[in-house]
T-cell receptor, first 114, second 113 residues
Framework: ETGVTQTPRHLVMGMTNKKSLKCEQH?????MYWYKQSAKKPLELMFV???????ENNSVPSRFSPECPNSSHLFLHLHTLQPEDSALYLC?????????????FGNGTRLTVT | AQSVTQLGSHVSVSEGALVLLRCNYSSSVPPYLFWYVQYPNQGLQLLLK??????LVKGINGFEAEFKKSETSFHLTKPSAHMSDAAEYFCAVSGGLNTPLVFGKGTRLSVIA
């Protein structure tokens, strides 16, 4: 039990599909994040939400659309993805976004775009 | 701006041998530094963090790291490797107040029996 739960664990979708990734944290944290992890690349920060407000959008294509209805839940809506979007998508949370707030990660969703 | 360089994308050690994973950072402000570990099919887990207190930081699973400002380094060590230490290790530096962490590319540790 990591405190951060991501569903589904695996997802295969075609380029014309629409799907959503879900993240839920049970740690009482105020900040939530989406990261993309591709082979042989550093973790790429995609989005940051602090107290439900988006505070960072790291030049992510519009085919990725985040949603944060409350401090415990975070979604990533996907549509018309490309094969290069295949990756492990990690959700994380932290108490705040300050320097002394370690991230707590979920186990990720392994996405394959066909 | 902040950045992290992890030297060596893959390190292989024998069981019982010293583990040394290297991390150098660049930061325009006093840094907060972190090491995370990722086991197969899992997310990242915090190993230890440096927050400007003691320069030698002890973490979980017998790992420790030493902050050396003069060398801008934060290398991760463990005296004796176990098979269960095989994983990917990430060094990260804080990006300053209210700025998310910046991660290195990771170092994969293999432990040979």
């Amino acid at each position: 039990e990591t405190g951060v739960t991501q569903t589904p664990r695996h997802l295969v979708m075609g380029m014309t599909n629409k799907k959503s990734l879900k993240c839920e944290q049970h740690l009482g944290h105020n900040a939530m994040y989406w990261y993309k992890q591709s082979a042989k690349k550093p973790l790429e920060l995609m989005f940051v939400y602090n107290f439900k407000e988006q505070t960072e959008n790291n030049s992510v294509p519009s085919r990725f659309s985040p949603e944060c209805p409350n401090s415990s839940h975070l979604f990533l809506h996907l549509h018309t993805l490309q094969p290069e979007d295949s990756a492990l998508y990690l959700c994380a949370s932290s108490q705040g976004t300050g320097q002394n707030s370690p991230l707590h990660f979920g186990n990720g969703t392994r996405l394959t775009v066909t | 701006a902040q950045s992290v360089t992890q030297l060596g994308s893959h390190v292989s050690v024998s069981e019982g041998a010293l583990v040394l994973l290297r991390c150098n950072y660049s930061s325009s402000v006093p840094p907060y530094l972190f090491w995370y570990v990722q086991y197969p099919n899992q997310g990242l887990q915090l190993l230890l963090k440096y927050t400007s207190a003691a320069t030698l930081v002890k973490g979980i699973n017998g790992f420790e790291a030493e902050f050396k400002k003069s060398e801008t380094s934060f290398h991760l060590t463990k005296p004796s490797a176990h098979m269960s230490d095989a994983a990917e290790y990430f060094c990260a530096v804080s990006g300053g107040l209210n700025t998310p962490l910046v991660f290195g590319k990771g170092t994969r540790l293999s432990v040979i029996a």
